[in-house]
């Protein structure tokens, strides 16, 4: 009796073509807006040339820049450099030293 294992891609990423989670999502939106944009630009009586060379472009563009964002930041490394761009860079303290390092007496009950 063959035996079949189930579930092989459990707790495993989605992964198509070398493109892992956000990217993927980031990937097919991307296309859908182009595809989209091309329907806009058609049915507005632009010429029919211009709107496949703008499809193109936006299309190999759109494929070159996810690729390259996810050899370079990985799987999770988009959504840590999201958040570190809500983080502040540095906290500013406007008090001065001597009113920090005073020494404060809790009012007696």
């Not at 079949?4 to 989670?21: A, M, N, P």
């Not at 040339?49 to 490394?77: D, E, K, Q």
Request: charged share 15%; hydrophobic share 45%; glycine share 10%.
């Amino acid at each position: 009796m063959a035996q079949y294992t189930i579930h092989k891609g459990v707790d495993r990423q989605v992964e198509f073509q070398g493109l892992t989670s956000h990217y993927l999502i980031l990937f097919v939106a991307g296309l859908l807006g182009i595809f989209l944009l091309f329907v806009i630009l058609y049915a507005g009586g632009v010429p029919q040339g211009i709107c496949i060379f703008f499809a193109v472009a936006g299309g190999s563009s759109l494929t070159w820049a996810t690729f390259y964002l996810n050899r370079r930041f990985g799987p999770h490394g988009l959504m840590k450099l999201l958040a570190l761009r809500q983080h502040p860079r540095r906290i500013i303290h406007r008090r001065s030293v001597r009113r920090l390092l005073e020494c404060r007496t809790l009012p007696k009950r």
